[in-house]
């Protein structure tokens, strides 16, 4: 997502396109939003109205995002633990393995 908005990458905009048709589902920790827009808001790219802007573009994307709970609070920690990450990368981590589908990220 976030390379999508700064760069416009082919992969990028093949996801997007993908999830737009419906051809895939995207999940997300429930901090997504908060990184996209802090990492976003320190690029030095955006101002104050145009970040207004993508949090309405990030709701109207819908993601399924999960709140640190339950089976998927305790991987994270696992993860965090055992491969010596922070608990906000080992959340992705973690909801990867839980579902069993493939991890994108990109710093």
Same mark, same amino acid.
């Given at each position: 997502?976030?390379?999508?908005?700064?760069?416009?990458?082919?992969?990028?905009? /093949?996801?997007?396109?993908?999830?737009?048709?419906?051809?895939?589902?995207?999940?997300?920790?429930? !901090?997504?939003?908060?990184?996209?827009?802090?990492?976003?808001?320190y690029s030095g790219a955006f101002g104050e109205d145009e970040l207004?802007?993508?949090?309405? @573009?990030?709701?109207? $994307?819908?993601? &399924?995002?999960?709140?640190?709970?339950? !089976? $998927?609070?305790?991987? &994270? @920690?696992?993860?965090?633990m055992r491969k010596g990450i922070t608990i906000y990368d080992a959340? $992705?981590?973690?909801?990867?393995?839980?579902?069993? &589908? @493939?991890?994108?990220? /990109?710093?």
């Amino acid at each position: 997502m976030l390379s999508g908005l700064l760069k416009r990458s082919k992969g990028a905009l /093949r996801l997007r396109d993908a999830f737009i048709n419906g051809l895939i589902d995207l999940i997300a920790p429930s !901090i997504l939003h908060f990184e996209v827009l802090n990492a976003l808001k320190y690029s030095g790219a955006f101002g104050e109205d145009e970040l207004k802007e993508v949090a309405r @573009i990030l709701d109207d $994307y819908q993601f &399924t995002l999960y709140g640190l709970e339950g !089976i $998927y609070s305790e991987k &994270t @920690i696992e993860v965090a633990m055992r491969k010596g990450i922070t608990i906000y990368d080992a959340s $992705y981590v973690a909801l990867a393995l839980i579902h069993n &589908t @493939i991890l994108l990220m /990109r710093n």
